[in-house]
């Protein structure tokens, strides 16, 4: 998944026949059914959409913060052409932040809780692609041949 926090965007660039949509459901997004019910963001010959922070969290406000984009042209999903986007709110960077600054009560053994801490971090930021703040993403559809 592409994790998206305050303060980004997500920009889609294609060229050729393609075109930007949410999918309506995890299993429509692993399986690409259901290609009719999406809601289409952008059209084939738009081009490129950049979907800022606000957008996104309204788009994965209902299923807990996962957007799922996919080309709603035939086959195209099928091929690879989706994403699973997942909207960082901003109550749980803060709250991140807060448990880190916790001193252990007894002043003992607080080292070794932030250093398992910083293990799990690292560990989640290997299976995540993280962003940098401010600047859009740029997701390109893969290519493949017809």
């Keep these: 998944p592409l994790m998206v926090g305050k303060g980004q965007a997500v920009q889609f660039v294609w060229a050729g026949w393609h075109n930007v949509a949410v999918v309506g459901s995890e299993v429509d997004f692993e399986k690409c059914l259901n290609l009719g019910a999406w809601v289409k963001l952008a059209e ?54 807060e448990e880190h600054d916790d001193d252990d009560d007894d002043g003992h053994g607080g080292e070794e809780e932030e250093e398992d801490r910083e293990d799990e971090d690292e560990k989640e930021k290997e299976e995540d692609i993280m962003i940098p703040p401010n600047p859009p993403i740029g997701f390109q559809y893969p290519e493949y041949s017809q």
């Design 44 to 97: 084939e010959e738009l081009g490129s959409i950049t979907l800022d922070y606000k957008t996104l969290s309204g788009l994965g406000a209902s299923t807990g913060g996962e957007v799922h984009i996919a080309c709603q042209v035939s086959g195209h999903c099928d091929k690879g052409q989706k994403i699973k986007i997942i909207v960082q709110e901003e109550e749980e960077e803060e709250e991140e932040e």
